[in-house]
């Protein structure tokens, strides 16, 4: 009994892979055979467990309210075909608004506020060890009241610690700084976290991250604010 549900269910997730919601360069997302959630699966040999990392690192946002609950784990012998199933993002959130064309810090978001608001998601992850790439406006959601940012895909993800972390937290702060319209303030960030780092001083440079990202938290608002380290 057990084997002819778990064909009839495969049945059914065949089916609805074969109408995607969304497909990327590793995988393909469908609606799941469970009301209100979808499968994202691995459409390469991920013999490396990709994407169980990729399921952990998403696990960490979700717990911290800016990415999908992840609901189950699928592996499979040899790796072909593992899923991650995760709940769909509700009715409330809508894609952020994208430019035509991209750019190095914010791939193709278009607006200021949006810009900031994952900066400061970014740097959040960053301070929990997780260093989130790619957020292209297909990518990112946004709650229609809120304008809350909401992380979608963490295909391109990794564990950071050390240097790595102090520089990624810094880099995430100098990029809200661009988009709150003080780039200055980021240039100064950059330039001193990276003199700590090539001193051998992490832990001041993770000291100054944190600091820049302080003052970064506190912006709500593009084009308004004058902020100051000193």
Same mark, same amino acid.
Request: glycine residues 8%; proline residues 6%.
């Given at each position: 009994m057990r084997r002819a549900g778990d064909l009839f269910r495969e049945g059914i997730l065949a089916s609805n892979r074969a109408n995607p919601i969304g497909e990327g360069a590793y995988g393909v997302v469908y609606q799941s055979d469970v009301p209100g959630r979808v499968i994202k699966?691995?459409?390469f040999d991920d013999k490396y467990g990709k994407m169980t990392d990729e399921a952990n690192l998403q696990a960490?946002?979700?717990d911290m309210g800016i990415a999908p609950r992840v609901t189950s784990? $699928?592996?499979?012998? %040899? %790796?072909?075909?593992? /899923?991650? $199933?995760? +709940?769909?993002? @509700?009715?409330?959130?809508?894609?952020? /608004?994208? #430019?035509?064309v991209m750019d190095s810090n914010f791939n193709n978001v278009a607006d200021p506020k949006d810009r900031l608001r994952i900066a400061q998601q970014i740097g959040m992850l960053a301070l929990k060890g997780v260093d989130l790439q790619d957020r292209q406006a297909a990518n990112v959601f946004r709650h229609k009241m809120t304008g809350r940012p909401m992380q979608i895909d963490f295909g391109i993800a990794g564990r950071i610690e050390g240097s790595d972390k102090a520089? /990624? #937290?810094? $880099?995430?702060?100098? +990029? %809200?700084?661009?988009?709150? %319209?003080?780039?200055?303030?980021g240039d100064i960030l950059r330039a001193l976290v990276a003199d700590a780092l090539e001193g051998g001083d992490t832990a001041a440079a993770m000291d100054i991250a944190r600091q820049g990202? @302080? /003052?970064?938290?506190?912006?709500? +608002?593009? #084009?308004?604010?004058?902020? @100051?380290?000193?």
């Open positions: 699966q691995a459409t960490i946002a979700a784990l $699928e592996r499979f012998p %040899g %790796g072909i075909g593992n /899923r991650i $199933e995760m +709940d769909r993002v @509700s009715s409330n959130y809508e894609p952020v /608004r994208a #430019l035509d520089q /990624r #937290l810094a $880099e995430a702060t100098a +990029d %809200g700084f661009t988009a709150a %319209g003080i780039p200055d303030m990202f @302080s /003052r970064l938290q506190k912006i709500k +608002d593009p #084009l308004k604010e004058n902020v @100051s380290f000193f």
